[in-house]
Structure formats: C-alpha cells, structure tokens
C-alpha cells in the first residue's frame, strides 16, 4: 500500500462518471476534500464517462494516453487519484504505463484514516484494514515470484513462492491484531457493564463526515476535542459526560463519521467500536441541513448502520448548520403522537441546544437515566 508524504503533493484526479444523473461537481469536491485531508494538491481534473469498465486500465485507453500527456506537460504532478476502486491489475498497469503514484479511492481513505489514528486501538483497526487491503494486492507488489529452493543438492524440492511466503506473514499479523482488538473489546464489555451498574447510559452521535459532530459533542459536554472542516478529523471514539442541569447520568459517544462507499475493511474493522453505539439508549443522528445532499447522506449513514446491525436503537435526527440556510429557525418537528423526530439547531453558534435537551429529555424520560 502506498503511504502518502505529508509534504504538499501535486496530483491529477480522474473523475469516472458512471451515470449521467450524478451530482459531478458535488462528488468532484468530496474527492477534493479527501485530497486536502491527505495534504494532495489536485492541479487538474480529467473526467472520464465509464459505460464499460476496461479490465486493464479502468478507463479507456485514449482517457489513459490524454491522461499520460498531461503528466508530460506537468512535471510537479506525481500522484493520479482514482473517484472509484481499481483492482490490482488495473492498479499495476497504470503504475507501469504513467510511471507515478497511482491511488484509488479506497487508499486514500485508509490513509486519512492512518493519519488521524490517536489510540492505541484506533491504530490496530487502521493497521487490519490496512492489512487487509495490502493482502488482496500482494501480487504485483513482487517482480520474482519464483519458487525457493528446499532441501539438499538434487534431492530438494522447490520450495515456496515468495508469494505464499509473504501472505503467511501477513496472516500471522492479522491473526495478532485481531487477538489484541479480542482483549480491547472484552474491556469494552467491562466498562459498558460497570456503567449499567452505576445507572449510567449513553446516547451516540452518528453521521456523515463533517456534518458537525464534534463541535455538537463540545457544546453538549463543555470538552474542546478537534473540530476543523476536514473529513474524518474525528476517528476514535470519545467519551464524555453530558452537562445539562444539576445532574446528568448521562455519557455521549462521538464516533467516527461517515461517508459514501467506505471501504468494506474498514466498516470490518470498526465493528468492536461502533458496538458502542448498538449499546446505546439513543442515536442522535447528526445531518449538514445546509448540504446539496441531505437525503443522500441520511440514507448512506443509515445503510452503514445496517451493515453494523445497528437498526433496533430509538434515533432523533438533528439538522445542523441552519445559520448557513435562510428563513430557518431552531425548532422540533414531531411525529403524529407528538414525539421528537428531528430538531434544527446550529451547533457552532449555540443555537436550539435547549430544544435538543427537551426533545432528548422527552424520548428518554421513561428511562432510568438522570437526565435533570
């Protein structure tokens, strides 16, 4: 896998367009704010209509020879970024015909992800599914994959490919990583049951990457953890309790956000973390109501949560950011028996917090919780 440099690098991005109903400029950004979060500089943009996948390249040989020309006519380029996920054929004969970087969507995700690991066992997640993806490419990362030799003289046998050998190994380091994430989740199970014992709940924030999660979990618990307008600044889960009142025996849950086609390792990798939030008593379903594309965000978070088996915990979804939107006001909106469903707030400045207290307050108050 390769592992970008911190220093700004100029890159070239290649957009697939797989339907003429999409959404070019908004996708386009999300890719270009997946760049600035790896310290990328995208120079130029080729777009490429995809209605057959060519099996070497991905994209057509002509969209590959204008893409190697526009290498030759800039020489600070030396990575091409990929909207989509490439094989490793695919991803090899790139490498060999443009003679640079070569990252897919799926790399460059797994590396912010490297990137803005803090904890110890945010770090092993990342490492399994770096791990994982690194083993389903293990072939063209090898020019000599011939058998080496065993035994003596003319009675030795050919040995092992350097291939078999290198995936043992890999093996083995998955087996360990998947051992210590054992012992950390089994602590989790403690920590999870001690709280129970002490009357304490949780309540956990979910949503699409940068729709201000982290700065919602600030005002609601008076911590100060990383906010910045960057995808996935928030990657381990963080624990806080909820002030509010005299008394609170409450503690929220910030978790990793979301995001459009997430690679499948690291949805696998974070299970044990987001079985925090399967625990939960409460999902507060954060949305950027000032998106172009709420419906589609909504829609992509509740799909992951699926995937996670996380579908039975009662949900109050929160639109935030409405300073960004004209003629909205901090309110609830209610379902027909007159529970909470959706409140309007803007977190960044303080806005609605009380309608979010009373409506979590309401959707709670038949729970032994605390919340005064």
Same mark, same amino acid.
């Given at each position: 896998?390769?592992?970008?440099?911190?220093?700004?690098?100029?890159?070239?991005?290649?957009?697939?367009?797989?339907?003429?109903?999409?959404?070019?400029?908004?996708?386009?950004?999300?890719?270009?704010?997946?760049?600035?979060?790896?310290?990328?500089?995208?120079?130029?943009?080729?777009?490429?209509?995809?209605?057959?996948?060519?099996?070497?390249?991905?994209?057509?040989?002509?969209?590959?020879?204008?893409?190697?020309?526009?290498?030759?006519?800039?020489?600070?380029?030396?990575?091409?970024?990929?909207?989509?996920?490439?094989?490793?054929?695919?991803?090899?004969?790139?490498?060999?015909?443009?003679?640079?970087?070569?990252?897919?969507?799926?790399?460059?995700?797994?590396?912010?992800?490297?990137?803005?690991?803090?904890?110890?066992?945010?770090?092993?997640?990342?490492?399994?599914?770096?791990?994982?993806?690194?083993?389903?490419?293990?072939?063209?990362?090898?020019?000599?994959?011939?058998?080496?030799?065993?035994?003596?003289?003319?009675?030795?046998?050919?040995?092992?490919?350097?291939?078999?050998?290198?995936?043992?190994?890999?093996?083995?380091? %998955?087996?360990? =990583?998947?051992?210590?994430?054992?012992? @950390?989740? /089994?602590?989790? &199970?403690?920590?999870?049951?001690?709280? *129970?014992?002490?009357?304490?709940?949780?309540?956990?924030?979910?949503?699409?990457?940068?729709?201000?999660?982290?700065?919602?979990?600030?005002?609601?618990?008076?911590?100060?953890?990383?906010?910045?307008?960057?995808?996935?600044?928030?990657?381990?889960?963080?624990?806080?309790?909820?002030?509010?009142?005299?008394?609170?025996?409450?503690?929220?849950?910030?978790?990793?956000?979301?995001?459009?086609?997430?690679?499948?390792?690291?949805?696998?990798?974070?299970?044990?973390?987001?079985?925090?939030?399967?625990?939960?008593?409460?999902?507060?379903?954060?949305?950027?109501?000032?998106?172009?594309?709420?419906?589609?965000?909504?829609? %992509?978070?509740? =799909?992951?949560?699926?995937?996670?088996? @996380?579908? /039975?915990?009662? &949900?109050?979804?929160?639109?935030?950011? *409405?300073?960004?939107?004209?003629?909205?006001?901090?309110?609830?909106?209610?379902?027909?028996?007159?529970?909470?469903?959706?409140?309007?707030?803007?977190?960044?400045?303080?806005?609605?917090?009380?309608?979010?207290?009373?409506?979590?307050?309401?959707?709670?108050?038949?729970?032994?919780?605390?919340?005064?």
């Amino acid at each position: 896998m390769i592992i970008l440099n911190n220093i700004n690098e100029h890159a070239i991005l290649v957009y697939v367009l797989f339907s003429k109903s999409e959404d070019v400029d908004w996708n386009i950004k999300e890719c270009l704010d997946l760049a600035a979060s790896n310290f990328i500089r995208v120079s130029n943009t080729l777009i490429s209509s995809c209605k057959v996948i060519n099996s070497k390249y991905f994209i057509g040989t002509g969209k590959v020879l204008a893409l190697k020309s526009m290498l030759e006519h800039d020489p600070d380029v030396s990575v091409v970024l990929f909207n989509c996920t490439l094989s490793p054929n695919q991803e090899r004969n790139l490498v060999r015909f443009l003679r640079c970087k070569i990252i897919d969507r799926n790399q460059l995700i797994l590396n912010i992800f490297a990137k803005h690991a803090r904890t110890y066992e945010g770090k092993l997640q990342v490492k399994l599914a770096q791990l994982r993806y690194f083993n389903s490419r293990l072939t063209h990362e090898w020019s000599h994959l011939e058998r080496q030799r065993g035994g003596i003289g003319v009675r030795g046998g050919p040995g092992e490919m350097q291939l078999e050998k290198d995936r043992r190994l890999l093996s083995k380091k %998955i087996f360990r =990583v998947l051992s210590d994430l054992k012992k @950390i989740e /089994n602590q989790r &199970k403690q920590n999870r049951c001690r709280r *129970i014992r002490v009357g304490m709940s949780t309540i956990s924030l979910v949503g699409y990457t940068n729709a201000g999660k982290s700065t919602l979990f600030n005002v609601m618990t008076s911590s100060c953890v990383d906010v910045a307008e960057k995808l996935f600044v928030t990657l381990d889960p963080t624990f806080r309790r909820i002030i509010h009142g005299k008394k609170s025996n409450i503690i929220l849950i910030d978790t990793v956000g979301f995001i459009q086609n997430l690679p499948k390792d690291l949805i696998t990798a974070f299970k044990s973390t987001l079985q925090e939030t399967m625990q939960s008593k409460l999902l507060i379903h954060v949305v950027d109501a000032s998106s172009k594309k709420v419906k589609q965000n909504i829609d %992509i978070v509740n =799909v992951i949560l699926n995937e996670v088996n @996380i579908y /039975n915990v009662p &949900k109050l979804v929160v639109m935030n950011k *409405i300073d960004q939107m004209s003629k909205v006001q901090p309110h609830i909106d209610r379902d027909i028996d007159g529970f909470p469903i959706k409140v309007w707030i803007s977190a960044r400045n303080r806005v609605g917090i009380e309608l979010l207290n009373q409506a979590i307050h309401e959707l709670l108050s038949g729970d032994m919780i605390g919340y005064e």
